[in-house]
């Protein structure tokens, strides 16, 4: 790989894409290429990059963007259903629109992919996110070509349009931020900054024929972590710790009046899934300094460039 190779991006607005953009940029890279179907957040990237290839479009659906992977270098692929209340979103997203991107990897002999898996594979979680990404991974790994499978945990960045930065922006709004239960589930975030360059480090290896579970190297309580939002961003909302049966019944209420919540009762039974994933030597296999998790959270929501963009879901 040099500064010039072709590297294309499906899925590539999203909260990965939009930060990998700004990384590889740093880096020098400058012939880059962003699929995706989300016009207003494609917008937005297209203002912060308006010499970069960026281009709609849906990939569970053969189009014109398939001809745009002629010629590269190599393809990171991010396209992933993170949220809805029905599984149809996640089949064709998560699994069609995987099937064409393999398609157009081995028609136009595209010699490295990286394929952005998640922990959840490996979770007890069982949800539409976890089955139909699951799927993806055994597709990747079954299709023959040169990849390497990371499979991050929870992330939290620049950009982050669900997770820890709508939580950050609700508990702004509002005088009482409410915690389901005891608050005191184990996650381990990851700052999508440190897996960002991760994801250049194997560009830049071609490190392939392997499997990563990429996890956030602390481990941290889901109540310790708003608390550690609420100092950052200096919000005055109230922390207060309400049953699990409450917060739940307020979830499904909430998604019968908005047909894509920002959380969901499925993603609430996995925030309280026991879940302990791998860690791995990871600064040392990509040669990737680790962000502390106070610096990053204070980077997420702090930084003069970045931070204040917000993205749609």
Not at 41 to 60: G, Q, S, V
Not at 112 to 138: C, G, L, N, P, R
Not at 239 to 246: A, F, G, H, N, R
């Amino acid at each position: 790989m040099d500064k010039s190779s072709k590297i294309l991006i499906p899925g590539g607005a999203g909260l990965v894409g939009q930060n990998l953009v700004a990384h590889l940029k740093r880096r020098g890279y400058t012939n880059l290429v962003v699929l995706d179907k989300h016009r207003n957040n494609l917008a937005a990237l297209k203002r912060m990059h308006p010499e970069l290839t960026i281009e709609y479009a849906d990939l569970a659906e053969p189009g014109a963007w398939q001809v745009l992977f002629d010629g590269a270098d190599a393809v990171v692929m991010l396209q992933a259903q993170i949220g809805d209340p029905s599984i149809e979103p996640f089949v064709r997203n998560n699994i069609t629109a995987t099937e064409h991107i393999l398609a157009c990897i081995k028609q136009y002999a595209i010699p490295y992919t990286v394929h952005i898996s998640s922990s959840v594979v490996e979770s007890v979680a069982d949800d539409f996110y976890t089955q139909t990404k699951t799927t993806q991974e055994q597709i990747v790994l079954a299709s023959g070509i040169n990849c390497v499978v990371l499979r991050p945990t929870l992330m939290f960045g620049w950009f982050d349009r669900k997770h820890l930065g709508w939580l950050s922006r609700f508990m702004q709004k509002v005088p009482v931020f409410p915690v389901p239960g005891h608050g005191r589930y184990m996650r381990q975030p990851l700052y999508v900054g440190d897996f960002c360059s991760i994801i250049v480090s194997c560009l830049e290896t071609g490190i392939a024929g392997k499997v990563f579970n990429v996890t956030g190297l602390e481990k941290i309580n889901y109540i310790d972590i708003i608390r550690q939002i609420k100092k950052s961003v200096g919000a005055n909302a109230l922390i207060v710790k309400i049953p699990y049966s409450l917060f739940y019944t307020l979830l499904k209420t909430w998604a019968v009046f908005d047909k894509n919540p920002p959380f969901t009762p499925s993603q609430l039974k996995a925030l309280i899934a026991p879940d302990e994933f791998e860690i791995i030597d990871w600064p040392a296999i990509f040669n990737v300094t680790p962000t502390p998790f106070d610096a990053a959270i204070h980077e997420t929501f702090n930084d003069p460039t970045y931070s204040k963009v917000v993205m749609e879901f």
